[in-house]
């Protein structure tokens, strides 16, 4: 019997060259895009026979930060979940057009869905720690789902870097053995960070992380986000376009048509976003003249 | 231009002097209350002062431990009834939660959403059942077909442990245990089901965002968030054991003894009452027979005390559920 992967694995970067070429290529090396972590082309999200998301491609780069901003109600929140898979979960929706992973379709049919929530980690609007476990086990409970771990020293280990990376370690660490739910609303929601990275997953999405937290909090997961980067791909759905402008580095704005589908307006480096749109309905939403 | 263009606004925060309108609703319901309850208690303690004379001839601890039930001697204990009840409750328990609570996630988390109503649908209609054509049931088909397997368990275990020996005679315990489970399943079912059901979907999403299967939703979120109204669900199928009478009564051989084995026929509290009372016309029997009620009463408050008991403490224990 052959055991599935765990998680999808990325195909190896690509080792550099040991004799250096010509200067010209070398050049040429330098000057070409960012590498892609996920990649949308021409997604359609629907529940049943209504369409939320109309026909949006998104390149998202590696090791950064990409904002999605927009109205409420335009799909921000359905997009994000079909980029792990989550959204098929829901009854009688579907997805259409691709979505890549380094150039996996994750939605082929040989790919495991499971394989890829593992890879791609979210985080919820609302911090939902699993009221029965204590905060060590709500971070451990990936790790345990998923059998990525044997052994209680791994374990503690695991634990205490992930509440580490997500800034709570302090905070929690001679109370590992209280409820998930016994820590104040800011603390959950570093706590279900610190969760989502015990899956050491490759992209994390975060949905409005900040939107229950006071202006510390939403500081503090802001600086995270920033200092993840270096190891995490970042996708953070928000509707606060200072959060937008100060952590990202490529900006994507979606709306709603006629349709009542959202769809891509534009998508560019933030700071083109902020001070330079090239539509005018970006520019009159990010100025804040818009609905 | 300051606040006292509102000259109400401290009086509006006061409490209305006098009852108020919840005060006077409050007043009317707890009137509402002792009406029904009083009528009630006095039914009761009328129908109970009847047992005087056997509690004043064998005492409350002789006549609750005693062993023999013989009318034409006028002597009465009501061990073997207490004995039959609990048995009879525990083996129906035993069978029931587990398939029971099974079912329920079946429908809820496992069964493709069609099959869900399927399976819905016909464990509510066992439910509607009524108990008679269970005994009914219970006597011509399950008998029978539990023979070969009490004979197998008899002629295995049962050489060793007396309490799962032989003769199987077919009515007994284990056979009225089995069918008050069939009884009781469809009502703990039903309730786990909408227990399961109402699992907050961030919990069941979290799970599955982070690489969690069907299974790992079930045992992390579904049962944990569940288990107080489980619970819940399998006192309010305790309670309809305890008190199960006819279908009982039908097979479980109606022997007034302590069996040793569960396969021995025996007789429970409620299925004495109901088969005896029509012909009590020894001495102290009728008498005797609603001293069984009472003690039937005591073990049934006994037991949802306790589960209101084991259920504070589990609500305790799951605290800010969200
Ligand atoms: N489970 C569902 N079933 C049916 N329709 C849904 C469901 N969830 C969302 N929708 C619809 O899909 C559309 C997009 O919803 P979505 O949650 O993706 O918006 P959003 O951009 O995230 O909004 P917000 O900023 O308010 O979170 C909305 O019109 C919503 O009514
Ligand atoms: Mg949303």
């Not at chain 1, 769809?263 to 818009?290: C, H, K, W």
């Not at chain 2, 009083?38 to 109970?48: A, E, K, S």
């Not at chain 2, 005390?305 to 799951?318: D, E, K, S």
């Given at each position: 019997m052959t055991t599935t992967p765990i998680r999808l694995q990325p195909p190896p970067v690509e080792p550099a060259p040991v004799v250096s070429v010509s200067a010209a290529s070398h050049n040429a090396k330098m000057l070409e895009p960012a590498e892609l972590s996920v990649e949308l082309s021409g997604v359609n999200a629907f529940y049943g026979s209504r369409r939320v998301v109309r026909d949006i491609s998104l390149p998202v780069r590696s090791n950064a930060i990409t904002a999605i901003i927009g109205p409420s109600g335009c799909g921000k929140s359905t997009l994000l979940r079909c980029i792990n898979r989550m959204h098929e979960l829901t009854p009688g929706a579907h997805v259409e057009g691709r979505i890549e992973y380094h150039g996996i379709d994750l939605y082929a049919p040989d790919i495991d869905p499971v394989a890829v929530r593992r890879t791609i980690g979210m985080v919820f609007q609302q911090p939902n720690p699993f009221p029965t476990m204590s905060i060590h086990d709500n971070v451990a409970a990936p790790a345990r789902f998923n059998g990525l771990i044997a052994g209680k020293a791994a374990e503690h280990d695991l634990v205490e870097r992930c509440l580490r990376q997500a800034a709570l370690w302090d905070e929690v660490k001679d109370k590992l053995k209280a409820g998930g739910t016994s820590l104040s609303g800011g603390q959950q929601q570093r706590l279900c960070i610190a969760r989502a990275l015990a899956l050491e997953p490759d992209v994390l999405l975060m949905d409005e992380p900040c939107s229950a937290l006071d202006p510390i909090a939403t500081l503090q997961v802001e600086n995270l986000m920033v200092e993840l980067k270096r190891d995490y791909t970042i996708i953070i759905v928000t509707?606060?376009?200072?959060?937008?402008?100060?952590?990202?580095?490529?900006?994507?704005?979606?709306?709603?048509?006629?349709?009542?589908?959202?769809?891509?307006?534009?998508?560019?480096?933030?700071?083109?976003?902020?001070?330079?749109?090239?539509?005018?309905?970006?520019?009159?939403?990010?100025?804040?003249?818009?609905? | 231009?300051?606040?006292?263009?509102?000259?109400?606004?401290?009086?509006?925060?006061?409490?209305?002097?006098?009852?108020?309108?919840?005060?006077?609703?409050?007043?009317?319901?707890?009137?509402?209350?002792?009406?029904?309850?009083?009528?009630?208690?006095?039914?009761?303690?009328?129908?109970?002062?009847?047992?005087?004379?056997?509690?004043?001839?064998?005492?409350?601890?002789?006549?609750?431990?005693?062993?023999?039930?013989?009318?034409?001697?006028?002597?009465?204990?009501?061990?073997?009834?207490?004995?039959?009840?609990?048995?009879?409750?525990?083996?129906?328990?035993?069978?029931?939660?587990?398939?029971?609570?099974?079912?329920?996630?079946?429908?809820?988390?496992?069964?493709?959403?069609?099959?869900?109503?399927?399976?819905?649908?016909?464990?509510?209609?066992?439910?509607?059942?009524?108990?008679?054509?269970?005994?009914?049931?219970?006597?011509?088909?399950?008998?029978?077909?539990?023979?070969?397997?009490?004979?197998?368990?008899?002629?295995?275990?049962?050489?060793?442990v007396p309490f799962l020996a032989g003769p199987t005679p077919g009515p007994s315990y284990f056979a009225a245990g089995v069918v008050v489970s069939i009884m009781i399943i469809p009502i703990i079912a039903a309730l786990s089901r909408e227990v399961f059901a109402a699992t907050p979907r961030l919990q069941r999403e979290a799970v599955r965002a982070l690489g969690g299967t069907r299974w790992d939703v079930i045992r992390t979120v579904v049962i944990p968030l569940g288990r107080s109204g489980v619970l819940a669900a399998i006192i309010l199928g305790l309670a309809r054991a305890i008190g199960e009478t006819i279908a009982v009564t039908m097979v479980i051989g109606n022997a007034p003894k302590i069996g040793a084995s569960i396969f021995s026929p025996g007789f429970t509290l409620a299925s004495v009452i109901a088969n005896e009372f029509n012909e009590a016309n020894q001495e102290l029997h009728p008498e005797a027979l609603i001293a069984l009620g009472l003690v039937l009463l005591v073990i049934s408050?006994?037991?949802?005390?306790?589960?209101?008991?084991?259920?504070?403490?589990?609500?305790?224990?799951?605290?800010?559920?969200v």
């Open positions: 509707h606060n376009m200072q959060q937008a402008s100060r952590v990202s580095d490529q900006t994507a704005f979606l709306t709603m048509g006629d349709d009542r589908a959202g769809y891509l307006v534009e998508m560019a480096d933030t700071v083109e976003i902020f001070t330079n749109p090239r539509q005018q309905l970006t520019e009159d939403y990010v100025s804040g003249r818009f609905g | 231009m300051t606040t006292t263009s509102r000259p109400q606004g401290i009086h509006a925060l006061r409490r209305p002097r006098g009852l108020g309108q919840d005060g006077v609703f409050r007043l009317t319901l707890r009137v509402v209350a002792v009406l029904i309850v009083i009528p009630v208690l006095w039914m009761m303690v009328d129908t109970f002062a009847e047992t005087v004379p056997v509690w004043e001839r064998f005492g409350i601890p002789g006549f609750v431990t005693g062993l023999r039930w013989a009318p034409s001697f006028t002597i009465y204990g009501a061990l073997p009834f207490i004995y039959g009840t609990l048995l009879t409750s525990a083996i129906a328990m035993v069978i029931a939660v587990p398939v029971a609570v099974l079912i329920a996630l079946l429908i809820t988390e496992i069964l493709p959403p069609r099959a869900r109503t399927w399976v819905a649908v016909a464990v509510d209609l066992l439910a509607a059942i009524p108990s008679v054509v269970y005994g009914l049931w219970g006597l011509l088909v399950l008998v029978p077909v539990l023979r070969p397997f009490e004979q197998a368990v008899a002629g295995t275990a049962g050489k060793v408050v006994l037991v949802n005390g306790l589960a209101i008991l084991i259920r504070q403490r589990f609500a305790r224990g799951v605290g800010r559920v």
